[in-house]
């Protein structure tokens, strides 16, 4: 396939990478630019491709009962790059996929660098092209000029919103007297993994203490005519604690599964979790803990978590921006921009939330385009899997309306037949959810690879 026109991939981030690594595989030339180091995020720490700009955790790897273990399932079972990385460069973390972020991006940019049919190209690309091949994966943090460019092409639909970042604590400065390392119900097969969270457990009046001093410190204001709405996954701490006092304590703070290791007699009335953030096991993030408190007053609530007096803060939680389109109203189910056929777009800004869901999308985009410069057609894949009911979601499910962006969930996925709804049924629905998923989406893939090599 040397003389198909290339393909362009704007944004080297979690959809761009995947993206590239599967139309590259197929054969196809693949430009990805992306514009750091020389253009940088407030979020964004390097150069590297594929950089986690939050929390190190891919969520669930549970294939049978959790909608984004099996997103990674079916990502795997296409080759995925990025589900690749993350599992040669997997933490501990009891029943999730956390990864050690630095080791993870240096293996996604060494492996795109070395393929013989990509080139990556360091800029900015700032308009909206007008001819060619492309795929726009510019993420949450698009910049400013695309940003413009993209609103202009479909009028008022992009807009942004607030998500937190959880703050990031230096292992060294914890007092371990008081906080003992076990997952929730010892999860996990190892040793390594029963322990792979640290607790730091409160009283009821710590508890108390705790979410007054929540609701009086210092928040971090909007600005007149931002958007202040939030996506209920990653509320931000106070926020929970501004909808109840007990909220935490049914959230991220809930205390159950875990006994005191220091005073296994006593019960603590809520607990702290943190969750190892690379793999030297020198950073904890606090799990959950997404802020938009003023830096001063992090550091002073914070402080207040038993074991966590004397906390040296590597990354304080702070708010951010996120642009993403109205998918329904203007992508087709290609994920090809109605008003320009030629531009996709994939990742974050299509209206799906998360590193899993984004590389999904990625993927996703990365095969059609493929197909589309083979003069293929690759339908999207059924809405039975994860990948497929995703797709549906942002490309014509959701309501265009009142759109927002969106985890994978089995809300998301078709009913099934003569399975019973309720919580009593649930784990039943949700092994049966993944059962048809995995055999529709081995049959997508199979027609797929029969169709690729039909026309190779
Ligand atoms: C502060 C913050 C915290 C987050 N926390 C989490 C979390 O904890 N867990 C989670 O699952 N998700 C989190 N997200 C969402 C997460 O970033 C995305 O889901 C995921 O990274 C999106 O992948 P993407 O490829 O769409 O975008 P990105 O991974 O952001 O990649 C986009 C890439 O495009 C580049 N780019 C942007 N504009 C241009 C341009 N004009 N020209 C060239 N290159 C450009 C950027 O430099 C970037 O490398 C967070 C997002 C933000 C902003």
């Known amino acids: 396939m040397a003389d198909t026109p290339e393909l362009h991939i704007v944004g080297g981030g979690m959809a761009g990478s995947e993206a590239a690594w599967q139309a590259a595989n197929q054969g196809v030339r693949v430009v990805i630019h992306e514009m750091r180091p020389h253009v940088g995020t407030f979020a964004h720490k390097t150069g590297d491709l594929a950089e986690m700009v939050c929390s190190n955790s891919f969520r669930s790897d549970d294939?049978?009962?959790?909608?984004?273990g099996l997103l990674h399932w079916e990502m795997r079972q296409a080759g995925g790059l990025i589900m690749e990385m993350a599992d040669s460069n997997a933490l501990p973390a009891g029943g999730a996929l956390a990864v050690d972020r630095d080791g993870f991006s240096a293996a996604v940019t060494e492996r795109l660098r070395a393929h013989p049919n990509v080139r990556v190209e360091a800029g900015e690309i700032s308009e909206l092209p007008t001819d060619g091949h492309w795929i726009i994966a510019t993420g949450p943090l698009t910049s400013e000029g695309l940003g413009q460019a993209i609103a202009r092409e479909t009028g008022a639909e992009a807009l942004a919103f607030f998500d937190a970042i959880a703050p990031i604590v230096y292992a060294d400065s914890l007092d371990m007297d008081v906080i003992w390392a076990q997952s929730r119900y010892d999860k996990g097969e190892t040793e390594e993994e029963q322990k792979a969270y640290l607790n730091c457990p409160m009283t009821k009046d710590q508890y108390e203490a705790f979410i007054d001093a929540l609701l009086a410190a210092d928040k971090t204001e909007f600005h007149e005519g931002e958007t202040a709405g939030y996506f209920d996954g990653c509320l931000p701490i106070e926020v929970m604690a501004e909808r109840g006092r007990e909220t935490l304590r049914h959230g991220p703070m809930k205390p159950v599964g875990l006994t005191n290791a220091h005073k296994p007699d006593e019960k603590a009335y809520a607990v702290v979790q943190l969750r190892r953030d690379n793999a030297l096991g020198t950073l904890y993030n606090l799990v959950g803990f997404q802020?938009?408190?003023k830096y001063g007053a992090q550091a002073d609530v914070f402080k207040t978590i038993p074991g966590l007096e004397n906390a040296r803060f590597a990354?304080?939680?702070?708010?951010h921006r996120n642009t993403?389109?109205?998918?329904?109203t203007l992508l087709d189910n290609q994920m090809r921009l109605r008003s320009r056929p030629h531009i996709r777009f994939a990742?974050?800004?299509t209206g799906v939330e998360g590193y899993v869901e984004s590389s999904a999308m990625g993927l996703?985009?990365?095969?059609m385009a493929a197909a589309e410069l083979a003069g293929r057609d690759l339908p999207p894949p059924p809405p039975e899997t994860a990948m497929g009911a995703l797709i549906h979601h942002i490309t014509g499910g959701a309501e265009a309306k009142t759109f927002q962006p969106m985890n994978v969930n089995f809300g998301l996925f078709p009913p099934l037949d003569g399975v019973k709804g309720g919580r009593r049924n649930r784990k039943d629905r949700y092994k049966g959810y993944t059962d048809r998923a995995k055999l529709l989406w081995s049959d997508w893939l199979r027609s797929a690879e029969l169709d690729l090599a039909r026309t190779a």
């Open 63 to 68: 294939d049978e009962q959790n909608a984004v």
């Open 364 to 367: 996703l985009a990365g095969r």
């Open 291 to 293: 802020t938009k408190m």
């Open 347 to 349: 990742g974050q800004i």
């Open 324 to 328: 993403f389109l109205n998918s329904p």
């Open 315 to 319: 990354r304080l939680g702070g708010i």
